[in-house]
């Protein structure tokens, strides 16, 4: 019998031929063939993707080259994971290298050609690898190049410092000085010096420095410097003589000056602090004898800070490496001037944008609370806004807009709209007829940008039984929201087109609010997000409301319970006004949670204003700890005016269940204990605070709110 093999079988069948014998294979013997082909490439793969060699796939897009996929060993070698570089946005290179490696892509894009290249990778402990790759560009089926694939070729190399004893030759200066350029221009502001001081110590020093001055030489990391933006002090008047560091920093002009480790004698001076820090950096690798050279970091006329740097030692080399030093020290005061120059420049927009900023009128009969917050990059007020305003002895009005855009056109549209609806407010109230007059105006203002709002009054109906008279009317708004009785219900009545299309006569909607109730209205910024539907944001914000609504005793209490618990940052402006009906108190009525607020200038007599005004208030109203009050309240005013922007708003109100403090300026920096330090004055406030209060802040149009809720028992040993 004849042995016919299975399909799995490799075979040879041979055929007679005058020119000898052929063989083929047959199909079985193919698919054999071409399994063992695919198991190797799957082989070769894995080896490369998951071995020890680093690679990394770098894509093309129409933003340029973004880091797409690194394989395990990349991952080693550089210290972060796929997803940690990619929140660095791809920027692990080294600062500096950045411009160099694009450079190198652009020049080879076209070529189809691999390439060498050495990626210099600066992992999160500080320290720099070179790794060295042969990069292969990759096009797709379109012949578009869609990819770099960089492969490792080489043993991994970590920068190391050259010897002191090879000198520092006129490339190591060259080389210095245009990558401490490349990181001015591409390094973060907060980041920049600590990138140009590990180049420094990498090549030249052992250890680098950059201080600002604020009563103490403070470290600082970036151009901002270390002291709250817009209240940084101008360098010294006088200089301080008794001290060559104290003399530098009042200086105008470019000096070097060298201070002997060993021979500081004045303690907590400023020369005596930049070998504290030295020692605290070098340890026990700061030998005795060896010396310090600082040099100001100059702006224009004034002296910015100072730059700092332990010596190596005398050599042929030092005169050059010094000139660097200046070189980079002049480049970083220049850099510095600038930043503050742009800021300054930007707190003057910011200054005129404020003018427009909505703000809350002082309400008596209602609890009311209220936030904005534009999300906008360079403009600090956006299309929303809110106003809340007497318009007589009875009826209050509220209105919060949205002028469709969060930039300056949008802001300037939201000041014209806003104008024009309290002014026919205050003459007509009726919602319904307010909005139909606006309409007819704007027909003829011409404004920009379609714009929706509510616009809602509130009258006392019965003051024995507390309740009032809500009547409200919409024009491509959100519905407002009601809570009352533990239940939430859309206040959807009255819904009409934009403004400025005018039409028909404009409706009104009228409900009514009882004691303990909370009535709500907003911009749809505070609950739309990429990641979810406005009707999903709907419910969550419904949802909230619910169980803040009946565990909180203030209005405050639900939006700071709505602020906690809506995290995710905002894509759009927000406007919020929250207003909570006060429980009777007795026969008489309904009272009110009493309140008071003031506008203090941004200087040092309104903290003692502040404190008049705190005492008296707490003395009227009969709130205890009025002393603890005092105290918070000075400390917040007093960090306003220090570090805060324009003027001060301090605001008092009592709920009934505790004091609670606001304080708002125009700096959007949040409050901050600074560490103790024994050559500072000060710098306890926040911890004082903390043990008299409950506190914390939020964003305020372009600025914030400090709060403060005074506990009901303070610590002995504090009064």
Not at 273 to 282: F, N, S, T
Not at 639 to 663: F, T
Not at 676 to 702: C, E, F, K, N, Q
Request: proline share 6%.
């Amino acid at each position: 019998m004849t042995n016919i093999p299975s399909p799995a079988e490799d075979v040879e069948v041979s055929f007679g031929s005058p020119s000898g014998t052929r063989t083929r294979q047959v199909a079985g013997g193919r698919d054999v063939a071409e399994r063992r082909l695919t198991a190797a490439r799957a082989v070769a793969a894995e080896t490369v993707l998951n071995g020890d060699h680093a690679v990394v796939v770098i894509g093309v897009t129409s933003n340029g080259p973004e880091l797409t996929w690194m394989n395990p060993a990349f991952e080693r070698a550089s210290g972060y994971s796929l997803a940690e570089a990619k929140a660095r946005d791809g920027d692990i290179l080294s600062p500096g290298y950045r411009s160099v490696v694009l450079a190198r892509l652009a020049e080879h894009a076209m070529d189809r050609e691999p390439f060498p290249m050495t990626l210099p990778t600066l992992r999160p402990d500080g320290e720099e690898v070179a790794v060295p790759v042969m990069i292969t560009p990759h096009f797709d089926g379109r012949d578009s190049l869609d990819f770099f694939v960089a492969v490792q070729f080489g043993a991994l190399e970590p920068v190391a410092t050259p010897s002191p004893d090879l000198g520092y030759h006129s490339r190591h200066a060259l080389e210095t000085v245009a990558r401490v350029s490349d990181i001015l221009s591409q390094v973060g502001d907060d980041q920049v010096l600590d990138a140009i001081g590990r180049l420094l110590t990498r090549h030249l020093y052992p250890w680098c420095g950059f201080f600002a001055d604020d009563g103490v030489l403070t470290p600082i990391s970036g151009l901002a410097g270390g002291v709250a933006a817009g209240q940084r002090p101008p360098g010294r008047a006088v200089a301080d003589q008794d001290d060559p560091v104290g003399r530098l920093l009042g200086a105008t002009l470019m000096r070097r000056v060298r201070i002997g480790v060993d021979s500081v004698e004045s303690a907590g001076s400023p020369s005596a602090q930049l070998v504290e820090h030295a020692r605290a950096a070098l340890g026990g690798t700061l030998a005795p004898g060896g010396e310090l050279l600082v040099l100001p970091l100059l702006g224009r006329g004034r002296t910015l800070g100072v730059m700092a740097v332990v010596q190596r030692g005398v050599g042929d080399d030092q005169e050059e490496s010094e000139t660097v030093l200046e070189l980079v020290a002049r480049r970083v005061g220049l850099a510095m001037d600038h930043s503050r120059l742009y800021e300054a420049e930007h707190r003057v927009a910011e200054a005129l944008q404020r003018a427009m900023l909505p703000e809350q009128d002082q309400v008596d009969g209602l609890d009311v609370w209220t936030y904005y917050a534009p999300n906008a990059e360079h403009a600090q007020v956006g299309g929303d806004w809110f106003d809340v305003v007497h318009l007589d002895e009875r009826t209050v009005a509220t209105v919060v807009g949205d002028v469709v855009g969060h930039d300056v056109e949008a802001a300037a549209s939201m000041g014209q709209l806003r104008s024009v609806v309290r002014a026919f407010a205050t003459e007509l109230i009726d919602p319904g007829t307010v909005l139909t007059k606006v309409d007819g105006i704007l027909e003829g203002m011409r404004i920009p940008r379609p714009a929706s709002l509510v616009y809602a009054t509130l009258t006392p109906a019965d003051e024995e039984t507390g309740t009032w008279v809500l009547d409200y009317t919409r024009a491509g708004h959100l519905p407002g929201l009601l809570i009352s009785g533990g239940e939430v219900r859309d206040l959807d009545g009255a819904p009409g087109r934009l403004m400025g299309f005018g039409g028909a006569e404009r409706e009104t909607a009228t409900v009514r609010v009882r004691p303990g109730d909370v009535v709500m209205f907003y911009t749809d910024g505070l609950v739309e997000r990429r990641s979810r539907t406005i009707q999903d944001g709907v419910q969550l914000v419904r949802g909230i409301l619910q169980e803040a609504a009946a565990a909180a005793t203030g209005a405050a209490d639900v939006g700071e319970a709505l602020l906690r618990r809506l995290s995710e940052p905002p894509e759009d402006d927000i406007a919020v006004v929250i207003i909570r009906l006060p429980e009777p108190t007795g026969p008489a009525g309904a009272r009110s949670p009493r309140q008071a607020r003031w506008r203090l200038s941004s200087d040092t007599d309104s903290v003692r204003m502040a404190r008049r005004l705190t005492v008296s208030t707490c003395e009227l109203w009969g709130v205890a700890n009025a002393g603890a009050a005092e105290l918070v309240v000075a400390e917040l005013v007093s960090n306003a005016v220090l570090h805060g922007w324009g003027s001060v708003v301090l605001s008092l109100k009592d709920p009934g269940d505790g004091l609670r403090i606001e304080v708002e300026d125009g700096n959007p920096v949040p409050p901050t204990s600074l560490e103790v330090h024994p050559a500072r004055v000060g710098g306890y406030g926040m911890r004082i605070v903390t043990r008299l209060a409950d506190w914390g802040w939020r964003p305020s149009g372009a600025g914030k709110v400090v709060w403060a809720r005074m506990r009901q028992e303070i610590p002995e040993g504090l009064l």
